[in-house]
């Protein structure tokens, strides 16, 4: 079955800095990726997402890398702030899994003013 | 954009009682559903997938007699814990998505407390 983990269950920065969260996924039929912010008590907040046919995508102060040789994915965001303070996950969806959509374990991102 | 209303917030029943709780796609209409449980400190993990009018489809080690899940409208999916106990304790969340789109639309998640 698909497996999704992450490299650093938490990560602590200073406001300013840039963040990078990874992810590491097991099935090389996944072909859509999302990254997903969670604060405490909330559902999943929409991030940045990423398919397969592409290695690198950008928005507003954040990136999405993704390496499909190494089964690998990366979040970044820039100028980190506190209201970036969350729990950070990837999730995952391939063709025939019936759309499901499953998470990594979570990183949680820690900013200090 | 889609919008998804999951309710109650918060719950707290007594063990051996049932709860229910639904989750609702206000804009869209969601063809498949899918309801995740989260302990403290840990990720999301999948429970079941209902497409509508279908029976749910629930993954391995989840008891599908525990937790009845219903997807009668394209609108309206709800996830009921029988016979809860203090270790059904959790924070349940729904997500919901419509065909032909690859947009996951989550709710803000119930937390049930049994005691």
């Known amino acids: 079955g698909e497996s999704v983990g992450l490299h650093l269950p938490t990560l602590s920065v200073q406001e300013g800095d840039n963040s990078i969260i990874n992810c590491a996924y097991s099935?090389?039929?996944?072909?859509?990726f999302i990254w997903y912010k969670q604060e405490s008590g909330k559902g999943p907040q929409f991030i940045i997402d990423?398919?397969?046919?592409?290695d690198k995508r950008q928005g507003q102060r954040v990136t999405v890398l993704l390496n499909k040789t190494v089964k690998h994915l990366s979040l970044q965001i820039a100028a980190t702030q506190p209201g970036d303070s969350a729990v950070y996950f990837c999730?995952?969806?391939?063709?025939?899994?019936?759309?499901?959509?499953?998470f990594g374990a979570g990183t949680r991102l820690a900013v200090h003013p | 954009g889609a919008v998804v209303s999951q309710h109650p917030s918060r719950v707290i029943c007594k063990s051996g009682t049932s709860v229910k709780i639904e989750c609702r796609s206000l804009?869209?209409?969601?063809?498949?559903m899918f309801w995740y449980r989260q302990f403290p400190k840990q990720s999301l993990m999948l429970m079941a997938t209902?497409?509508?009018?279908?029976?749910?489809?629930?993954e391995q080690g989840v008891e599908k007699d525990k937790f009845l899940i219903n997807h009668a409208s394209l609108t309206l999916s709800t996830l009921t814990v029988t016979s809860a106990h203090p270790e059904d304790s959790s924070f349940y969340i729904c997500?919901?998505?419509?065909?032909?789109?690859?947009?996951?639309?989550f709710g803000s998640g119930t937390r049930l407390t049994v005691v």
């Open positions: 997500s919901a998505r419509s065909q032909g789109d690859y947009g996951y639309t």
């Open positions: 099935n090389s039929a996944s072909d859509y």
């Open positions: 990423i398919r397969s046919n592409m």
């Open positions: 999730a995952v969806t391939w063709a025939g899994g019936y759309n499901k959509l499953i």
């Open positions: 804009d869209f209409q969601a063809t498949t």
């Open positions: 209902s497409n509508e009018g279908s029976k749910a489809t629930y």
